[in-house]
């Protein structure tokens, strides 16, 4: 009745002006909602906490896994991040004798450091006993596979079950061109992908110039060591023009998310080596990677997917997995 009221006395144009201020306003304060949230739980807050402690433990020793899985690794490399490693697995033991499965994974990796080859200069008495130390209850896979290209693609028109369970995320690339037309392939097969209301409002921006691919891939911070590699880019993003109110102020990472699932599985499926690379920015970043002109200001980019064909002979990371009871609760 009220609103009927309003309605009869206000002006069209004052209404809609008022709503349009009220919708901001209702916009800004759901983002301080979340904020909130973000703020209590995210993992850079000192607390004792063992997920946010294993979080960080998963960040360190998947650095350690992609350098041995690298072609050509540094000499102690990362050995920073080994002594980091060390010192967060002592926190998490500290706060439970309870172990998670990614934990022991973390371990393993320090010892498979160890005996890698090209750390041998910097492994002393001090750092076997530290790694020594750790206890480790259960033995996982941990470190790197080492496939030939037929043996990574063989199940790649298998079942769905085999098909999914056999992509790894590639960072070795030889020079052999990946066609633009097959990557159109990709990208229809992709378009299937749901999305909200059926908007469609994921898009994908194909980089085939190096020097665009070398100017975008310098503004992500997970491709050092192999970037240069890297064939094509894809840059997935999502048009913020579909969305409209204070409830879909996130959907544009779902839709996006989903859309470059669809793709990655797509380049699986035509025998094409992949990595999805992170769009994780801050401002500046955002407005820098905008201004270089490729993906327009109203498309919020949701990651990076580096594509090329693999050598005859190279390594993945094993990016263990957590067991089914961590991920699903069944009530």
Not at 300 to 329: C, H, Q, T, W
Request: hydrophobic share 40%; with cysteine.
């Amino acid at each position: 009745m009220i609103k009927k009221l309003i309605k009869l006395i206000l002006p069209n144009s004052l209404l809609k002006n008022i709503l349009g201020i009220y919708s901001r306003l209702n916009t800004f304060r759901q983002y301080i909602y979340d904020l909130k949230v973000y703020q209590q739980f995210n993992g850079a807050k000192s607390k004792n906490n063992t997920s946010q402690l294993e979080g960080k433990i998963i960040a360190h020793y998947h650095v350690l896994e992609k350098g041995l899985s690298h072609p050509t690794p540094k000499n102690c490399f990362s050995l920073p991040v080994v002594k980091g490693l060390i010192k967060l697995i002592h926190q998490y033991d500290a706060l439970t004798r309870i172990r998670s499965r990614q934990v022991d994974v973390a371990v393993e990796v320090l010892k498979q450091y160890l005996t890698f080859p090209t750390n041998q200069s910097c492994i002393t008495v001090n750092l076997i006993a530290s790694i020594s130390s750790l206890r480790c209850i259960s033995k996982f896979n941990s470190g790197s596979y080492e496939f030939t290209r037929s043996e990574f693609f063989k199940n790649s028109e298998a079942n769905f079950g085999d098909f999914a369970l056999s992509r790894y995320s590639v960072r070795d690339f030889t020079d052999e061109d990946v066609s633009v037309d097959l990557l159109k392939e990709v990208v229809k097969i992709a378009q299937k992908t749901p999305s909200v209301c059926n908007r469609q409002t994921a898009k994908v921006h194909l980089l085939i110039n190096k020097k665009d691919i070398k100017n975008h891939l310098a503004l992500q911070n997970g491709n050092r060591g192999f970037g240069y590699k890297i064939n094509k880019l894809l840059i997935v993003s999502s048009d913020l023009y579909f969305f409209e109110g204070s409830r879909e102020r996130n959907q544009a990472f779902v839709d996006g998310g989903m859309f470059a699932m669809s793709i990655l599985y797509a380049l699986h499926y035509h025998k094409i080596g992949a990595v999805a690379l992170n769009w994780a920015y801050d401002n500046k970043q955002d407005k820098a990677l905008h201004d270089l002109g490729r993906v327009p200001e109203n498309e919020k980019i949701i990651l990076f997917i580096g594509v090329g064909y693999p050598p005859d002979n190279f390594k993945v990371a094993v990016s263990d997995r957590r067991s089914l009871n961590e991920v699903m609760s069944i009530q």
